[in-house]
């Protein structure tokens, strides 16, 4: 059976951590759009560099990100697709590139994304995400090499919050439309998370 995920949701909402875990349980490719730039942050392109972008909490402009995304899914069998689309623009890209079997978005609230957003950090050699206060790991060897992203600092992560507001709501009101879009609390343990979307997945 095909799995072609779809995982919308604010920044901060557990898109990264659950779509890691589907591409294990299942056996698909991570698509991620954040990743993908971080790792080409310096990148020339006709619009700069991505870096110059992210650091301001923008959006890099849609050519990019829609080449990254077509050459990913080119090279998949199954996916889960976290952080792209963003926009409507991107929304229409992808349908022109691919079919989706499953649209999950994960509700959080707003106060709860600053939290999580700001007490977030990343293990550079896993690329494991942690935070201070809810989920602090045991190793101190991992404790001493885990960094924050400099987006999430808080008034960047003021700005990428209505960033969403303004331009991927809108796509989520899309799916919802079309009738598409499967809801689940966003708030709940991330091991509940994924056991709703494991039930879609598999629904
Ligand atoms: P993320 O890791 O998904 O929070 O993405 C980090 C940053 O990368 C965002 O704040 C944007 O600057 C950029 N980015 C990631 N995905 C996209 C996308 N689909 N469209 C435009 N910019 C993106």
Known sequence: MSHRILLLGAPGAGKGTQSKRLAAEYGIDHVTTGDALRANKEMETEYG??????DAGELVPDPVV?????????????????GYPR????????????????VIFLDVDEDVLVDRLTGRRMDP???DIYHVEFNWPD??????????????????VRDRLEV?????????????DRGD???????????????????????
Do not use: C, W
């Open 49 to 54: 560099t991505p870096k110059s972008f992210m």
């Open 66 to 82: 829609n080449e990254i995304v077509q050459a990913a899914l080119d090279d998949a069998d199954g996916f889960v697709l976290d």
């Open 87 to 102: 926009n409507l623009d991107q929304a229409e890209y992808l349908s022109s590139i691919t079919d989706l079997d499953a």
């Open 125 to 127: 050699e896993t690329g």
């Open 139 to 156: 190793d101190e060897a991992v404790q001493e090499r885990l960094v924050q992203r400099e987006d999430d600092e808080e008034d960047t």
């Open 164 to 176: 969403y507001r303004e331009n991927t709501e809108p796509v989520i009101e899309h799916f919802r």
């Open 181 to 203: 879009l499967v809801e689940i609390d966003g708030e709940a343990a991330p091991d509940e998370v994924f056991d709703r979307i494991a039930d879609v997945v598999e629904g």
